[in-house]
């Protein structure tokens, strides 16, 4: 069943992306099949349902289709027995610094959710019911990172949650593999990469609880070669 059902999903999530041009549709297969995140969130149920879901650095929105794909298929019974159920998501707002990812955004969901072209270091983030950022805080500097940090807390309500996946700078090659892989990922992208910042779980754990936050790591890079945590925050 659950074989069965991650074919169908991601089927359903990468099809509207045909419409975006066959780079942004070849993209959604292979991250979306890839990479052990998307499952993670569902199959741990680590996103509550939500007023409004905020997605910085969105990418082209990849994350917004798999969540609506997914709770069409919890509605329709066609969900694995052991999973909590799919989040239940009114809107999604995700906001990306490169135009052409928000335009592939736009073309392969429409008014399914809502995205814009920003920065996350100086954009307004108006009020959520959960924030996810996923692999995007070792671009902007330590300084930046607890700032933005700050804005989500102050955009949620007391036990909002916020989730985060970052590499453990503590994790040794496999931490450095990834780094490297991402750096590339980026780069073609289009993304200029200069330098990138870095933390230990453990650091993470510690700004987060600066910042407003009470956290829980989870390893997050099943059947890969990386050393990714997400960590699932609190607003306290």
């Known amino acids: ?37 998307f499952v993670g969130l569902l199959e741990h149920g680590l996103i509550p349902d939500a007023e409004r879901l905020i997605d910085l650095g969105c990418g082209q929105g990849l994350l917004a289709a798999w969540l609506l794909e997914a709770r069409a298929l919890h509605e329709s019974g066609h969900w694995p027995a052991h999973w909590p159920a799919a989040p239940k998501v009114k809107n999604v707002w995700g906001l990306e610094l490169m135009p052409k990812d928000v335009a592939r955004a736009r073309a392969a969901l429409g008014d399914r959710a809502r995205f814009e072209l920003g920065n996350i270091c100086t954009a307004d983030f108006g009020k959520a019911d959960v924030v996810i950022i996923l692999d995007v805080l070792h671009y902007i500097d ?34 450095k593999f990834s780094n490297w ?21 453990n650091e993470w754990l510690e700004v987060l ?28």
């Open 142 to 175: 330590y300084a930046a990172q607890e700032d933005v940090l700050r804005r989500i807390r102050a955009a949620l309500p007391t036990g909002g949650t916020f989730i985060t996946r970052i590499g453990d700078a503590a994790g040794g090659l496999p931490f």
């Open 209 to 236: 609880k600066r910042t407003g936050f009470v956290a829980e790591a989870m390893p997050m890079h099943k059947g890969t070669p990386f050393c990714n945590v997400m960590l699932v925050a609190k607003a306290i």
């Open 1 to 37: 069943m659950t074989a069965n059902f991650h074919r169908t999903l991601l089927q359903r999530a990468t099809q509207p992306y045909r419409s975006a041009g066959l780079f942004a549709w070849k993209f959604a297969k292979g991250k979306l099949k890839g990479d052990p995140a």
């Open 181 to 201: 892989v991402d750096r590339t990922v980026f780069f073609i992208r289009g993304h200029r990469v200069n330098r990138i910042y870095c933390r230990t779980q």
